[in-house]
């Protein structure tokens, strides 16, 4: 059993952390630590940090309808690499010692961060030098990522939104809706596993995912309204920031 107090105070982070997160932020930069602070141990907050995440699809997909105008085939094509590294980033944290792989995320979280930070001028680079040859990098990119959101999840949003912004569509907005959609197929995977077979903290993962179905159904109209390259940068530094944390202070 949880208190009322904390209800309220995973209710109050979880639209906190929904509007970030929809907006190209980072969603368990808030979430994360909230459930630490209740109380809920590392490993269970991680695994029910991911369910609560299911909060975070709907209300992203219903805010972001105009951007997502069209792209039904296109997320319909990479919404199953998403699912299959979702899946293998479940088995992996079930299954196998995860301590080496968490020192591991703070450089991942800090290069995502960085990518996004000067995505620009590698966009430039990217037309001039590979064009649209390369037609493996997304893939790849994208089953990496879906590996790690299942795995951990913190951060996974930058680095999608990087991938995407890279290869994808340089409108930040509609990359960002894409992210969304993307990292919601993931997250319904892996919080289905973790649902079967993982220690999940129900009354607090419900708490959570309503908080983040509220403010990610705002989020994408904080990116219709300020400049895309100021969510970037904030974006990045909020990326610098939580992998600074968990580098200090890894589960």
């Known amino acids: 059993m949880i208190?009322?107090?904390?209800?309220?105070?995973?209710?109050?982070?979880?639209?906190?952390?929904?509007?970030?997160?929809?907006?190209?932020?980072?969603?368990?930069?808030?979430?994360y630590p909230a459930l630490l602070a209740i109380g809920i141990p590392p490993l269970p907050a991680n695994v029910t940090n991911a369910v609560?995440?299911?909060?975070?699809?709907?209300?992203s997909a219903l805010g972001s309808r105009p951007e997502l105008k069209?792209?039904?085939?296109?997320?319909?094509?990479?919404?199953?690499?998403?699912?299959?590294?979702?899946?293998?980033?479940?088995v992996l944290l079930l299954s196998t010692p995860d301590r080496v792989f968490n020192r591991i995320v703070p450089y991942l979280l800090a290069s995502a961060a960085?990518?996004?930070?000067?995505q620009p001028r590698i966009s430039r680079w990217h037309e001039n030098r590979l064009?649209?040859?390369?037609?493996?990098?997304?893939?790849?990119?994208l089953f990496v990522v879906s590996v790690y959101s299942g795995y951990f999840g913190a951060g996974s949003g930058v680095?999608?939104?990087?991938?995407?912004l890279l290869t994808?569509?340089?409108?930040?907005?509609?990359?960002?809706?894409?992210?969304?959609?993307?990292?919601?197929?993931?997250?319904?995977?892996?919080?289905?596993g973790f649902l079967l077979f993982g220690p999940v903290h129900v009354e607090a993962a419900l708490a959570l995912?309503?908080?983040?179905?509220?403010?990610?159904?705002?989020?994408?109209?904080v990116t219709r309204r300020m400049p895309p390259n100021v969510i970037r940068v904030l974006v990045a530094l909020l990326g610098f920031a939580l992998a600074i944390w968990l580098w200090v202070a890894p589960r």
Do not use: C, H
Not at 16 to 27: D, K, P, R
Not at 52 to 59: D, I, N, R, V
Not at 159 to 164: C, R
Not at 168 to 190: H, S, T, W, Y
């Open 159 to 164: 680095m999608i939104l990087a991938l995407l």
């Open 114 to 118: 960085l990518v996004l930070l000067v």
């Open 131 to 141: 064009g649209r040859g390369n037609r493996y990098f997304l893939p790849i990119g």
């Open 70 to 90: 069209g792209q039904g085939p296109w997320l319909r094509r990479w919404a199953l690499v998403a699912i299959v590294g979702g899946v293998v980033g479940v």
């Open 209 to 221: 995912a309503g908080g983040l179905l509220v403010g990610s159904f705002l989020g994408p109209s």
């Open 52 to 59: 609560a995440l299911m909060g975070s699809f709907p209300g």
């Open 3 to 31: 208190s009322s107090a904390d209800t309220f105070l995973l209710t109050g982070a979880g639209v906190i952390a929904g509007v970030m997160g929809s907006a190209g932020g980072i969603t368990s930069l808030i979430s």
């Open 168 to 192: 994808v569509d340089k409108e930040f907005p509609r990359a960002n809706a894409l992210k969304n959609m993307i990292l919601g197929v993931a997250d319904v995977v892996a919080a289905i």
